[in-house]
Every structure is written in C-alpha cells, then in structure tokens.
C-alpha cells in the first residue's frame, strides 16, 4: 500500500496510514526524495496521525526520509505523533534527533511557513 | 492453554496483524490505551527480530488473570540460529543487523516482565508479561 503524498503549494504533505509495511516506508522515502525535486518544494511535512505505533524500525525509517528530504533541501516536520504512541517511544529510547516536530498538520504548516513572505504569524 | 491466540510470523506484514491482534488482547483484558499502546509496539519489536534474524517463526497471545488482576502474556519464538551473546542482544544499542539495537532492550522496559531463552542452533523463545494497573 503506497502512502499517499499531497502537494500544496511548495509543501508536500505525507500521511501515513495504519499499519505501514516497511516496503511502503521505503517507497515513500524514495518517492518524497524524488518529488522534491521534480516540484522544487520548499518543505516536506509527515503526518503519523493514523498510526498507533512507532517502532525502532518505523522511527528508524522517518528519521531517515526526513534526512534525506533536508538534504535535498526541504524543511521537513513530522506531524501528529499521539501522546501514548509519544509515551512508547521514550520508553523504547527512540529520538528524532535533529528533526522537527509538531502537534498536528495545521501546526506543521504554521511552522514551515515561519519566515516565508506571507507568514500566518506576521501582524498578529 | 485454552483462548490463546497463535500468529505465524513469515513477512513483514504479519508484524502488523501480530500487534493488532495484541493490542485487541489487551483492550479485552482492560489494560488501558497507553499500556496497549506499550504491548502493541512490544510485540512489534519481537516479531520484527523474527523476520530479520530467523525468518518464520509464530507470536503467541494469551490472557492472564492473576488474583484479580489481568494482563497479557506474549511469547515469540522461533527455531532460528539463536542469539550467540544474549547479555550483549540486552544493551542498549547493539545489533548485528545494522538495526537502533533498541528491539529486545526496549520490549523489556515496555513491559512487566521479559525473559529471554535462547540456544544456539535451536532457536529463541521471548516471553513477556503486561498486567493492568
């Protein structure tokens, strides 16, 4: 199952569905690499609101797509991780070091627009 | 025992079915959402040790009731090569897979009680326990 990918302007959006296998993670990272290319976008934004669990192997996994899309020169937050899929992650001793977070999609998007002309946050 | 639920572990998307049928065994048992959420991505790191280190081998879900109080046990084993230095396989961050080596360090903390039985040659067997509060 491939993990649908959005375009909104220059922000492509992820959203992970339930139970990802790893073949899919691995599609996506290419597939996200490959567009931010071809679409010239200016942010990548992982929303894993739907998943109940984050395993080594799946954090392994978006920590590396979310390197991969910075390298190619794209802001990339990862949106939405629930407060006991958060919980397990510490318990596990899982990070996503130097890669941002933020609470939800409209979250996300607020923060990779942060600075850009037309920033939301100007004049409030 | 009667009620248990047995899941044949071949790919990667048994994993999935393995910690949803968990997560259900443990909702049933009145573990709450967090504490399903920990037996739920256990259960994932021990079967995907599965795949990756044996290829096949089966997760088994029972229900445990313990004066008053309930839980869940799981157990993974399978009949691949064994863990050659367990106590190793237990710290944090070690790995022979090129893996975080966080999968059977981190199923202990998440749950109550973990052991590990492992024989070279013959297989591993990971049995742990999650009680309700």
């Known amino acids: 199952m491939a993990v649908p990918i959005m375009k909104q302007g220059d922000v492509l959006i992820a959203s992970m569905q339930e139970a990802l296998t790893d073949r899919a993670l691995v599609q996506l990272r290419d597939e996200l690499s490959d567009r931010v290319g071809r679409f010239r976008s200016r942010a990548v934004i992982i929303d894993v609101t739907a998943l109940d669990v984050l395993d080594s192997f799946a954090t392994r996994t978006i920590r590396s797509i979310a390197y991969t899309t910075q390298l190619r020169g794209a802001r990339t937050v990862v949106v939405g991780i629930q407060p006991e899929v958060a919980f397990a992650m510490v318990q596990l001793g899982l990070k996503l070091d130097g890669v941002s977070t933020a609470l939800d999609l409209e979250e996300g998007l607020l923060l990779v627009n942060e600075g850009a002309p037309g920033d939301r946050r100007d004049g409030r | ?133």
């Open chain 2, 1 to 133: 025992m009667a009620g248990d639920t047995t899941v044949p572990i071949e790919h990667e998307g048994d994993i999935v079915t393995a910690r949803q049928k968990g997560r259900e065994l443990a909702a049933a048992s009145g573990l709450s959402m967090t504490e399903q959420t920990l037996v739920a991505t256990a259960i994932s790191e021990v079967a995907r040790n599965i795949v990756v280190y044996a290829r096949r081998g089966e997760v088994i879900l029972a229900a445990l009731e313990d004066h008053g109080r309930r839980g869940v046990m799981v157990v993974a084993r399978d009949q691949g090569p064994g863990i050659a230095n367990p106590a190793l396989a237990m710290r944090d961050g070690y790995s022979t897979a090129n893996s975080l080596g966080m999968g059977l360090p981190g199923a202990k903390r998440l749950m109550d009680e973990f052991e590990l039985a492992t024989t070279i040659g013959k297989g591993t067997t990971v049995t742990m326990k999650k009680w309700g509060r």
